[in-house]
């Protein structure tokens, strides 16, 4: 069972990405999932996260400006980032709580992380 983070990369100040995170493996049930993010020298912060029920939560530094989404068919969750800033460059990690064939309660797992970089 692995989380597994894509779509990072480089973009300009006022861009966008898109970062999809995708969980794999004997995996019975999903409950919430979410963004984190770690910049240089600081500490792992909470960005977006979003129920089973599509109830979203957003840090105050993304709220208008990204949107967590999901698709339970696909297991899989999403960020959308538009109006990207030099300040939201940071290793962006997934995580969620999954209920798999090994546990009958869910268990907290996380990606590998996927590096987002805004140039100014």
């Known amino acids: 069972v692995q989380l597994q983070a894509s779509g990072g990369g480089l973009v300009q100040a006022g861009g966008s990405l898109r970062l999809s995170c995708l969980a794999s493996g004997t995996i019975f049930s999903i409950n919430g999932m979410g963004w984190y993010r770690q910049a240089p020298g600081k500490q792992r912060e909470l960005v977006a996260q979003i129920t089973s029920g599509h109830i979203t939560n957003y840090a105050d530094s993304a709220k208008g400006r990204f949107t967590i989404s999901r698709d339970n068919a696909k297991k899989t969750v999403y960020l959308q980032m538009n109006s990207l800033k030099p300040e939201d460059t940071a290793v962006y990690y997934c995580?969620?709580?999954?209920?798999?064939?090994?546990?009958?309660?869910?268990?907290?797992?996380w990606g590998q992380g996927t590096q987002v970089t805004v140039s100014s």
């Open positions: 995580n969620a709580d999954l209920r798999t064939g090994l546990s009958t309660r869910y268990v907290n797992y």
